[in-house]
């Protein structure tokens, strides 16, 4: 494998981008008989061989149970465990490691918060603020939530270009707001939203904001504390670590004042039939035996992407993205769904005659892999007045050349079924 220095060129010409393709074994994968172009980074990234290690390692070496034994096994996973988590904090640039508690993904991290925060302190006539871009998993616990107390769910709308309307934002902010949950970035549209000043804009209220951070981690820096966001939540997956992991943030004062998520061993210091007292952050809120090979994946991946520099992350995955997006629009029939002028990772689009769906198969056959559907997001296909799109979403291995592969194969589309 090779090092982080050597795939960054200090020369000046910039990411070697087949260096960190060669990271990714399936990345090699022929479909159709063509090279597999893998497209769909935004429902889930590729591995390196770095996290596919990792994980190896503690199902070879140390696998045992965290946080119970003496033994010498115990001990080392519980060591690997707990510095994945040092990791996760000083990724997010989180201050303290009990603020990490490790979910499901991004998912449970927002449901967590809502059967916990949202139950104790949200109640009949109070709001939850959103945006008209979340991702279903930022807007249905909140709606199963007004439902139980008798809330009210508010959407602050987007412009034709997916961007949100922060004014409008602002003026959905009251007295009645008990929580803002928003994303960072939008999973079927690209935007990226003006999070820092939302978040100003909920604290001049004394609301506080949970943030959607699931497609904003693998393509920006996020730094919490710049951010003063109450709640952050991510899924690893989707930042090349290992599906069923993730990590909800939150402030110390807010999760000391939650009560637990779900119940059972480890989350409690001590049980009698009469009463229990639970254990302190962020044990709390992780019940059961924990994903743990996840974790010490998870960590892999976080250190990986660290040892290639977000920012270089952010500027090779840019420049795809332009040049992708020059080349589609070069396309006639083509409309691109989100053009915020801030954007990371995601091409959207429809076209005149062609079914997403059918885009999606015939890109298949030319070993492509787009995504196709609402994204989990039916109010911005909504908003939008589509169906459906296709989308191309983008992670650091993809390259200039596999956007080529994608015009040449929506032309393909276009004589097939235009
Ligand atoms: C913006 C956004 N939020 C939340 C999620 C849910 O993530 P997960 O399924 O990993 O819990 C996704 C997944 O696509 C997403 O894109």
């Known amino acids: 494998m090779t090092t982080a ?3 960054f060129n200090p ?3 910039g990411f070697d981008v087949e260096r960190v393709r060669a990271d990714f074994p399936i990345l090699a994968t022929e479909v159709h008989g063509k090279p597999l172009v893998y497209l769909d980074n935004a429902a889930t990234s590729q591995k390196p061989l770095a996290v596919i290690d990792a994980i190896m390692r503690y199902y070879q070496g140390t696998n045992a149970n965290v946080h119970r034994g003496v033994h010498y096994l115990s001990e080392a996973a519980t060591e690997d465990y707990e510095a994945a988590r040092q990791t996760a904090a000083q990724f997010i640039h989180g201050p303290h490691l009990h603020e990490i508690i490790f979910v499901r993904g991004t998912t449970e991290g927002i449901n967590l918060v809502a059967q916990t ?5 949200i109640g009949a006539g109070d709001e939850i603020l959103i945006t008209a871009m979340e991702h279903h998993s930022n807007i249905v616990p909140w709606q199963i939530l007004c439902d139980e107390k008798g809330a009210k769910l508010r959407v602050a709308p987007i412009n034709d270009n997916g961007e949100l309307l922060l004014d409008e934002f602002a ?7 008990k929580l803002a949950a928003v994303t960072h970035v939008s999973n079927a549209l690209g935007t990226i939203t003006p999070l820092k000043r939302m978040i100003e804009l909920a604290h001049a209220q004394g609301v506080p904001v949970l943030v959607d951070g699931a497609q904003a981690v693998p393509h920006l820096k996020v730094d919490v504390q710049a951010l003063d966001c109450d709640f952050y939540t991510f899924s690893g997956h989707k930042v090349y670590g290992p599906t069923g992991i993730g990590v909800l943030w939150g402030k ?7 009560p637990p998520y779900q119940a059972g061993g480890d989350m409690i210091r001590s049980v009698t039939f009469d ?3 639970y254990n302190k952050l962020p044990y709390k809120f992780e019940a059961g035996t924990p994903d743990i090979a996840g974790v010490i994946g998870l960590g892999a991946a976080l250190k990986y992407v660290t040892g290639l520099g977000i920012d270089n ?3 090779h995955e840019h420049d795809v993205l332009e040049y992708g997006t020059k080349k589609l629009l070069a396309i006639p029939d083509v409309r691109i769904i989100g053009t915020a002028e801030d954007k990371a990772g ?8 062609a079914h997403p769906h059918d885009i999606g198969t015939i890109l298949d056959q030319e070993g492509i892999a787009i995504r196709t559907g609402h994204h989990c997001s039916q109010p911005v296909m909504d908003r939008f007045g589509v169906p459906a799109t296709a989308r191309a979403s983008l992670a650091v291995y993809n390259t200039r050349s596999e956007m080529d592969a994608l015009a040449r194969g929506i032309e393909k589309v276009r004589e097939i079924l235009g």
Do not use: C, D, H, Y
Request: cysteine-free; aromatic content about 6%; glycine content about 8%.
């Open 346 to 353: 995601v091409i959207s689009f429809v076209m005149e005659n």
């Open 171 to 177: 003026k959905l902010l009251g007295p009645k707001t």
């Open 5 to 7: 220095a050597q795939r």
């Open 117 to 121: 925060f949202g139950r104790s302190q």
């Open 313 to 315: 992350i952010a500027a």
């Open 275 to 277: 009463k229990t007292t």
């Open 11 to 13: 020369a000046g010409s």
């Open 252 to 258: 110390t004062e807010l999760l000391e004042s939650m």
